[in-house]
């Protein structure tokens, strides 16, 4: 796993601003749309090969350590 790289990034230059896997412009909300639809992460990264799949579990890892902190 790659480590010590941005796994989301948010420039008012990208897409609005709006939060995208870092170097490309692919919402990470269209990720999560992707699963709750019952999709997989292979049918998101075909659709969106910029976003490597080091990134997408990168951010799931992220996220979920987020959220047991939270609750911790």
């Known amino acids: 796993m790659i480590k010590n790289f941005s796994i989301i990034s948010a420039s008012p230059e990208i ?16 990720l999560l749309d992707y699963l709750k639809a019952g999709e997989s ?4 990264l075909d659709g969106f ?19 047991v902190s939270m609750v911790a």
């Open 41 to 44: 992460i292979d049918d998101f």
């Open 15 to 30: 897409m609005g601003g709006t939060p995208v896997f870092a170097g490309t412009r692919v919402p990470v909300q269209t």
């Open 49 to 67: 090969p910029t976003v490597t799949r080091e990134q997408v579990i990168a951010f799931l890892e992220e996220a979920g350590k987020q959220l």
